[in-house]
């Protein structure tokens, strides 16, 4: 009998290629065990929510005033709702045609593309065309989107960090498109080195494939790092002569910890840079209301800004947004609410200013404690994370952990991984799912769980992890036999 | 400036000369309407676009071979752009929209300058856009669950039906961590996938696996997702039926494969006929195309048949035989207008047949933006999909997973309406009010406007019996064709074009579903509120009789 058209050996092999970590086989496993009763500790998603933070009380009240329309003109809406959210979900509702259960345009709301435009401007200090903002279900929507746009077949490569996002992995292994890899220098705290991303190129030339695009994370995922400005800059130098879109996944641009360091746009630094350049580069800049102090996963929102993309390609990029119609409409006033968020005065702006600062001010401290108690760890260092979410250690593995992971079938970071949560139900993310230089292994943690559980979770990963290197390594004085 | 594919009832293969031709007269056309341009572009190859698709009109690009040498330093630019994207193509939206949204600028500025004060937009199924009004009791769920704080407050009641708020109390406690705000798995909330699975057995009488949904944003991405999963190269094709919703058509180009078109039969209210899928898969298979799936659309898009339940037993057989998989378009399950007729899904079918996950491969989309709900904006939806293998299964979940999940509001709402009120709920007398009102009315609108096309002279209109939309063939003068030529433009697209500039009604060309070659039509939905109809039956009738005036001959 031939095989079925959806029997394993005929689906389209760009599919099977196509990995992604994040929801892999720790995450499976996790959910097995956490099935059994055990308690799981789920660090393997930057999914704030669903480790206990609490959403922002403004834009939700806003957002379910647009759900139910019908309680504005309720005399007891007063009870539930303060005025200003009662205004701004009059406002919202004034800019769609049909409230939120019509397709709005196929780019998303006419008037909170402006909002988002505004707030880029407002941002940047240049201004932004509200005509070049595409909304989305999500970054991933715009990214896949994007490169949907770009590769054509396997001729054509994207530069990507490593480590990195398996987004970008998954999503350029499924359009059949070459990624090529350039390495974040890990004893420089995750430095973008310009050589090596001139290597990369000359490398992946040499194999016939064509470069056309290059993603920086930034802040970094899963590495923390956040860029200076002048490598910013030495980038978007990079770009205009090796000719390559920049993709900007600006998603963590509000988490950031530290203050050296602190956001900078990449259109922000193309501008300032100028002409040639600034007329020149092709940038695709991405944001969400997922992350930030708002961490609304669930909504699906974000959007796309692109600058110097020839119109005939925006048409294009249209078309194809049209083919899914809209995206949803309730995450495009979430997207709304988070580019124009209260002002002083508003009658929710206290309470709006003061959420958001606990959440932050929360957030790093726990990068603070995440990193102090990895580099506590015996044969784990780690650097601090700068901004975003993650926490990326290195561990060290002894040969015979490395031996005992082989005669287990799995790569060793995922024999630790596995072993980790087995052991304490942390439930974690081996670096190989991003990618890391030979020979070296990673696991990436969200610094999301309760600040008050923070504490807890370092010593009994410490626990493991001590006891885990102490099966595992050579004692000193132990007879080599 | 859209040119007609024409398309051969024989082989694809025969297609593709056509499409080339078409392509040609684009090229030399958008050569006269190339609009300078700072930016580099140059002519993409379309030549080089040699497979069998149906659909590739390419709209938008004013391009021209002059510029291709002068620069093509961008990276990105549409001649270097991934061709798969240039070839698709998505009518709904397509250039009669954007004139369309021309005009409503226009009116909006100089209000009175055109012969009608307001445009109607008739070319997509958005019902609320036109004024409909959501089914109260979901919103007050999702509202609910947007503020879950609220649940416990003393002043919720007065605000919020008490059966709203326990179902939004089941629903929360559905969500790990009650965590509203975060990402779920990827198939879905397990729970709300627990919901669905009952609400359908419910209306098949066959048992319905959680762990056999995937909940995602509208029906949509499903497609695309199955399309991706079976479409290897230019040599995998899916059997679609023409007239086709230009999802397919379009996703079938995005992900590289061939469309296989089999003809629905105007003649017998679109019927579909075992004997045109055999032959369509027999000229496909001779052409060296291996035929992976079929697409049904039940209730029809843009045709509005229902499927009698013999026919979708000849279909579910046809499919087994020939190893084909089922993908089942059943977003239009509530939309059934005519008494005669009923909805079955073909997993029922399949079942009654005796047929199980060894028998035959089905996928089964539905949308909370059809029915009674319509709640398109939501982008909530999911898919069915039986007789998988666990391997390939694994593989569905993480495509699924590479987006992480569909955004919850739309998985509560798909959750409810597959379980609305029931009776004895505090908000039952009120949804079945609501969901009847509607229903009715758009059998009534469906009625309404069909009758008025039949009056049409040259104008045949099958009845809807379902779904949303009117596609009514009007028989073309010899000389508003040959006017449509010397605008370049096919001769449904003019008409459609001459109706809009006339009345502010935009329908969407026939071409952008397919059509017989010769025929031409336009599909309308039956969408616009209904005190709006009679004024809109007057305007395009009086836009006909001039139009056939004019070009009567």
Redesign the interface.
Known sequence: M?P?????ES??????K???A??GELYLRASELQKEGKKIIFTN?G??????QK?L?FP??V???C?????LD?P??G??FPADAIAKAKHYLSM?????????D?RGIPGVRKEVAEFIQRRDGYPSDPELIYLT??A??GV?QIL?????GQGDGILVPVPQYP?YS??IA??GGSLVPYYLEETANWGLDINELRQSVNQARYKGITV??MVIINPGNPTGQCLSEANLREVLQFCFEE???LLGDEVYQQNIYQDERPFVSAKKVLMDIGPPLSK?V?LISFHTV?KGYW??????GGYFEMT??????V??I???A??????????QIFMGLMVNPPKPGDISYDQFVRESKGILESLRRRARIMTDGFNSCRNVVCNFTEGAMYSFPQIRLPPRAIEAAKQAGKVPDVFYCLKLLEATGISTVPGSGFGQKEGVFHLRTTILPAEEDMPAIMDSFKKFNDDFMEQYEDHRGYSRM | MAVSFVMRKSAAVRFRHLFNRSIAVLQNHHQHKHQIHHHPISSSTYSSLSSPLFSSRFLSSSSSTSMASSDSSFPVTVHNINPKVLKCEYAVRGEVVTLAQQLQEDLKAKPGTHPFDEIIYCNIGNPQSLGQLPITFFREVLALCDIPSVLEKPETPALFSSDAIERAWNIIDMIPGQATGAYSHSQGIKGLRDTIAKGIEERDGFPANPNDIFLTDGASPAVHMMMQLLLRSEKDGILCPIPQYPLYSASIALHGGSLVPYYLDEATGWGLEISELKKQLEAAKKDGISVRALVVINPGNPTGQVLSEENQRDIVKFCKQEGLVLLADEVYQENVYVPEKKFHSFKKVARSLGYGDNDITLVSFQSVSKGYYGECGKRGGYMEVTGFSAEVREQIYKMASVNLCSNISGQILASLVMSPPKVGDESYELYCSERDGILSSLARRAKTLEEAFNTLEGVTCNKAEGAMYLFPQIKLPQKAIEAAKAAKTAPDNFYCRNLLHATGVVVVPGSGFGQVPGTWHFRCTILPQEDKIPAIVTRITEFHKKFMDKYRG
Do not use: W
Not at chain 1, 47 to 52: E, Q, T, V
């Open positions: 031939p079925k058209p959806l029997d394993y689906i389209n092999e760009n599919v099977k196509s990995q992604y994040v929801r998603v999914n704030p929510h669903a480790l206990g959403p009380s939700r009240q957002v379910a005033l759900q139910a329309p019908f309680l309720d007891n809406v009870l539930l769609t045609g049909g409230g939120l259960g019509a397709y709005s196929s279900d999500g991933s929507k896949m949907q746009t770009i590769i054509g987004l998954a999503t499924l359009l056309k695009a000719n390559l879109v020149e092709q997922s961490g609304e996963c669930g909504q699906r110097n993309i020839p119109p005939e390609t048409d294009q249209y078309k194809v049209s083919i899914s119609l809209s995206p949803n409409v309730p995450a």
